[in-house]
C-alpha cells in the first residue's frame, strides 16, 4: 500500500500576528520523517513510475513525502534535511510565480489572513463586494470542514468563502483589491516566498520535481480551455527550464471537483503519469494512477493528530 503525505509551510517559526498560516519546523519535519520510516519506506517518481508501468511491485508499507506549491521555504529547509538523509520526495511547483512577480490568490488569502484582523478583512470584503452588487456570506460549517480541516471553525468558512464560492474573476479582483489596499507588495512577496529557476533546475535533476499548475487554479472547476492552457503552460515552462518533461501532478486544492476526469486526461496527454488529490486515504494500489490519495501531514504518525504508527498502519 502507498501512503502519500503532503507538506507545505516549513519555517524555523511561525509569527504572523493571526494564526492562520500552519507548517512544521525543521526539527519537527525531521523527527517525522523519523517516525514514518520506522515502518515504511520511501518512495520517489522513479519507483512510482515502475509500479504504474509494472516493473516493480508496490512494497506491503510505502510512503511517499510531497509538498506542494513550490516554495523557498521547502527548498532551503526541508531539502536539505532528505538529501543528507537520501529520503525522496516530490516538490510540486506552480510555474507562473517563478515565471512572474506573481503571488497566487491562495497564498495572498494566507498572508492577508495572517497579518489582518478577521473582522477587518471581512469588513472590506463586505464592502469590495456590495461594490458588485455580491452579497457576503459564509458557507456553514460542514462544508468548510470538507476543505480546511484544520483551521477554527470561523477561519475555515471564511477560507471556503473567498476560495471557491465567489466566481474566479470576481474573487481575484476582490483579492487583488484587498491584497494592494493593505499595503502588501506582491514583487517583494513574490520573490522571498517562491523557488527560482536555479532550484527548479537543481530539484529537476534530482528527479524530486512535478508540477502544480501554472497559477494554482482549482483545474477541473475551469472550463476546458482555461484547464488545458493552465496544465500546458506549467509543463512547458518545466520542460523549458529543466530540459526534462514532468511526470507527476499535484491537483490544486486537491478535493474532488477541483481535479476531475477531464483534468486527469489533459494531464496525462502532457505526459503526466500519475497525479494527487488531497482525498484523505490509503492507496491499497496503483490502478488509478491520475487520482492518488494523499494526506495531510498532520494525519499520519508524528502530526499533531495522529501519533500512534502502529495504529495507523492496522487500520490503514
Known sequence: MLVAVNFHYIRETFDGSYPSIFGVTPK??????DIMGRSASFLGISEIVDIIERRKSLPNRAII?????????????????????????????????????FITIAHKIHIIRAYTHPEKIISILKELLEERDITFGLPNKETARTVYKYDDLKNAQLKYFLNFNLDRKIQEEVINQCFTGLGFNETEISSKLYVDKEMVKELSGAGVLGTHGHAHLPLGLLDYKSMKNDIETSVEKLKEWTGKRIRALSYPF???????????????????KFAFTMERAVNRNIDNPMFLARFNNNDVPGGNKYLNEDKFWNNA
Do not use: M, R, S
Request: proline share 5%; net charge positive; with cysteine.
Open 65 to 101: 513525502i510531497t509538498f506542494d506549491d513550490g516554495l523557498k521555504e521547502q527548498y532551503k529547509l526541508a531539502w536539505p534535511i532528505l538529501k543528507k538523509k537520501g529520503i525522496p520526495a516530490i516538490f510540486f511547483v506552480n510555474t507562473k510565480p517563478v515565471a512572474e512577480d
Open 254 to 272: 486537491g478535493f474532488k471537483e477541483a481535479c476531475g476526469d477531464h483534468a486527469a486526461k489533459c494531464a496525462k496527454n502532457n505526459g503526466i
Open 28 to 33: 519537527q519535519f525531521l523527527d517525522q520523517l
